[in-house]
């Protein structure tokens, strides 16, 4: 009788151990400061901000954990990772669910390589927005101005092989590095230094140099280029990225990125799927070009600061995914085949016959939902007119003297040895 009340007291001891430890450890994540935070410590507590995202990465996932989905988010698209597919996601949450959005006030671009400004987006009475998925460097001082704790930070990135091809080729970067050959990605990756005072591009009106052959990825992350040989810094910054952000989506795991999302958001399944018809992809001589080892161990030390950025990202997302449990890849299975079909009757049958709808019955992973017309539209319709769509609705004014100069077009300048702007209207 004594030795059970001895081990009953015992477990019960171990229990509230447990529970106190498990306590002090989820506040001491609510006051975590990221290393590179650009706030003082003293005010981010003064601010009392929660954490970015209470995430369910460490406990299985289970549709009873989801209470309510989570309606705000900001998604950081960065420049040439295929984002087109993710941000019509984004955009058809937006527009599905009613969402107040951060919208440039023309084109597609919030700012870009500048800081934001209040000029550069379309005020809404209140000010309180929702969502942003425009083109911006992240600059986490200021969307943390505009947006409540609780919002959602998310991100795409790719490999930095296959980035920086298809920077080459975007960009028009052989013609800034003064490279005639066939192969400018072989010329280049023999050695990439030797092109550092072409590569670096000057954005002479901001005073911002950017280099589409380095670390692009981090740049539109909101990493410097100066800081590209600093691996210490780039460590704490990423470090703090990694704690920021909900989830960085990976373009050759786009499938696993969108169901992982689907469970951290607490979102439906018809929110995150996609038309399999691949859009707006460049075909080029250089694009299935393999380095050789030494090109690839020169690309990795040339672009650090992106292998960095997308290794820890990579193993971020593998591991969320393994704490999701075995029925994350019963789910992802049932993504795909879900996504053949739905691709299959917005590409076919519902342009034979505009009025027949699909029905996706009930399962697991999703209540029973029906595909329109209307739902194959805004799937098939582009970032850029649905972006137009949603800020018709947020103002009616049209303000094109606020269109950003985009950075393809102020690197044909600088090719051409012309100026940079800033808008296509005014200088600030
Ligand atoms: C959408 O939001 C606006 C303002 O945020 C509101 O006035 C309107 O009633 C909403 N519409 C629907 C269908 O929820
Ligand atoms: C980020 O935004 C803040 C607030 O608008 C601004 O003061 C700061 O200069 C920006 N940082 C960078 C690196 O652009
Ligand atoms: C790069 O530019 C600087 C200044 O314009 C010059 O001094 C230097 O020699 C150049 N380096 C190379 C490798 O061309
Ligand atoms: C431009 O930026 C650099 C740092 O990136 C700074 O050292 C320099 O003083 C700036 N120049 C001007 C003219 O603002
Ligand atoms: C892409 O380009 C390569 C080489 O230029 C060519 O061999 C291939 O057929 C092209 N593929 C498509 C789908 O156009
Ligand atoms: C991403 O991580 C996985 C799992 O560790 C690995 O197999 C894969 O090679 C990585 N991808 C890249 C492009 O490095
Ligand atoms: C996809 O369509 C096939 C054929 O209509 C059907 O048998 C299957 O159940 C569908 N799968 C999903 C996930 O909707
Ligand atoms: C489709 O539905 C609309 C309204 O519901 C109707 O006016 C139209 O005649 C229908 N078209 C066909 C081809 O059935
Ligand atoms: C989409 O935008 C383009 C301009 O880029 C325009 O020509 C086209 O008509 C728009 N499509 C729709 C359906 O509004």
């Given amino acids: 009788m004594g030795t059970t009340w ?11 151990c447990f529970l106190l430890v498990y306590y002090i450890q989820s506040n001491m994540t609510f006051h975590k400061i990221s290393p590179f935070s650009t706030f003082g410590q003293k ?45 019509n996601i984004f955009q058809r949450y937006t527009i599905h669910h009613n969402l ?9 671009y919030i700012s870009w390589p500048f800081p934001p400004a209040e000029t550069d987006y379309v005020h809404i009475p209140g000010e309180r927005y929702d969502v942003l998925f425009n083109h911006m460097v992240y600059n986490k001082t200021w969307l943390w101005s505009k947006f409540p704790a609780n919002t959602a930070y998310i991100s795409l990135i790719r490999e930095p092989l296959g980035h920086l091809k298809s920077c080459m080729r975007f960009y028009s970067l052989p013609q800034l590095l003064r ?22 591009a000057y954005f002479r009106f901001c005073n911002v140099t950017w280099d589409g052959t380095r670390n692009h990825l981090a740049f539109d992350m909101g990493y410097p280029t100066e800081g590209a040989e600093d691996m210490e810094a780039a460590e704490r910054y990423i470090k703090g990225l990694e704690y920021d952000f909900t989830l960085v989506l990976l373009l050759e795991h786009l499938d696993e990125s969108f169901v992982l999302l689907r469970r951290l958001m607490c979102w439906e ?22 380095p050789t080892p ?43 085949e ?23 019955e009930a399962t697991k992973w999703s209540p029973q939902f029906v595909v329109d017309a209307e739902y194959c539209r805004i799937m098939q319709t582009t970032a850029w007119n649905l972006t137009e769509e949603i800020r018709q609705k947020a103002s009616r004014k049209e303000e094109g003297r606020w269109l950003i100069i985009r950075p393809v077009l102020n690197l044909r300048s600088i090719i051409k040895g012309q100026p940079t702007l800033t808008n296509t209207g005014l200088n600030r």
């Fill in 179 to 200: 490279i005639t050959s066939t192969n400018p990605i072989k010329t280049f990756l023999r050695d990439p230094w030797r092109y550092k005072n072409l590569s670096e």
């Fill in 338 to 360: 879900l996504k053949r079909n739905v691709s299959f009757y917005c590409n076919g049958e519902q342009k034979r016959k505009p009025n027949r709808t699909l029905t996706v």
């Fill in 269 to 290: 399944m018809q929110d995150v799927l996609y038309d399999s018809v691949p859009k707006n992809v460049g075909n080029y001589s250089y694009k299935s070009y393999t």
């Fill in 43 to 87: 005010t981010l507590l003064q601010r009392r901000r929660p954490p970015p995202f209470k995430s369910l990465t460490f406990s299985s996932w289970d549709q009873s954990t989801c209470l309510k989905p989570r309606q705000k988010f900001v998604f950081i698209k960065t420049h040439k990772t295929g984002s087109m597919t993710s941000v």
């Fill in 6 to 16: 001895k081990g009953f007291a015992t477990v019960t001891v171990m229990l509230l």
């Fill in 294 to 336: 030494r090109e690839l161990a020169n690309l990795r030390r040339w672009k650090a600061v992106d292998y960095l950025l997308y290794d820890t990202f990579n193993r971020s997302l593998w591991r969320k995914i393994a704490a999701q449990g075995p029925n994350f890849y019963q789910e992802l299975y049932y993504y795909r």
């Fill in 100 to 108: 107040t959005t951060l919208v440039a006030k023309a084109g597609g």
